[in-house]
Nanobody, 124 residues
C-alpha cells in the first residue's frame, strides 16, 4: 500500500508561483511513475504532469513551460513547481502514483494511488 499526502497549495496572485509537494509513504518499490492531476469546480479531473522513476517527465500542453515536476527519491517526495500562474490554474491538485505492473497506453493512463488533494487558487 502507498499513501500520498499533498501540501503547498494556497492563494496566489496571477503571475505568481507555488511549489506543491507530495510525500509518499508505504511500500514504494513497485512504483515506477508519479503524477500530478487537477480538478476545477464543475470539471473533470485532468492530468498535469508526470515523472518516471528515472526522471523522464511528461507535461500537458496547457502548462508546458510554466510547471516543472521533479522528484527526490531519497525523501520519497514529488514536487510540482508552478510559475506564471493563471486564474484558470485554480483547482484542487492531486498527487498520484502507478505501479509498474499496471498496463497503460500512455503516461496519463490509469493511476493506482491518489492523495487527498491540495487547493490552489489563483486570483487577484
Amino acid at each position: 500500500q502507498v499513501q500520498l499526502v499533498e501540501s503547498g497549495g494556497g492563494l496566489v496572485q496571477p503571475g505568481g508561483s507555488l511549489r506543491l509537494s507530495c510525500a509518499a509513504s508505504g511500500i514504494m518499490f513497485s512504483i515506477n511513475y508519479m503524477g500530478w492531476y487537477r480538478q476545477a469546480p464543475g470539471k473533470e479531473r485532468e492530468p498535469v504532469a508526470g515523472i518516471t522513476r528515472f526522471g523522464t517527465t511528461n507535461y500537458v500542453d496547457s502548462i508546458k513551460g510554466r510547471f516543472t515536476i521533479s522528484r527526490d527519491n531519497a525523501k520519497k517526495t514529488v514536487y510540482l513547481q508552478m510559475n506564471s500562474l493563471k486564474p484558470e490554474d485554480t483547482a484542487v491538485y492531486y498527487c498520484s502514483a502507478r505501479r509498474a505492473s499496471t498496463v497503460v497506453d500512455g503516461p496519463f493512463g490509469r493511476m493506482d494511488y491518489w492523495g487527498q488533494g491540495t487547493q490552489v487558487t489563483v486570483s487577484s
